[in-house]
């Protein structure tokens, strides 16, 4: 029984307290001021966490897997073009392997 007495006692306390709280007066467009601030400052650091992890390091290493890789094609390219343009060549003149365009079967 003492035990709820007391207990309502420090409820009754508490309440007592939270009558003395006072209102704060806050300039005008205090809150939408400092809830834009808090999403600028989110926005700015979503978009730096991007590519934080692509250092000066990584970059050079990129571009230079990035130039390899189009000297390959290109080679691979020129090479592919160069034999095409060598059968073109050949059927023009009639010096293709093929039996049907060939000089020496007509």
Do not use: C
């Not at 005008?28 to 978009?47: G, I, T, Y």
């Not at 590519?51 to 230079?64: C, G, H, T």
């Amino acid at each position: 029984m003492d035990g709820k007495k007391n207990t309502q006692q420090k409820i009754d306390e508490v309440l007592e307290t939270v009558s003395h709280i006072e209102a704060v007066n806050t300039p005008p467009f205090f809150k939408d001021r400092v809830l834009n601030r808090l999403s600028s400052d989110n926005e700015v650091n979503e978009v730096s966490n991007v590519l934080d992890w692509f250092l000066p390091k990584y970059q050079i290493a990129a571009l230079v897997i990035f130039a390899f890789l189009n000297f390959g094609a290109l080679y691979v390219y020129n090479n592919s073009n160069q034999i095409e343009e060598i059968e073109t060549f050949a059927q023009a003149y009639g010096l293709s392997n093929n039996e049907d365009n060939s000089i020496l079967t007509k």
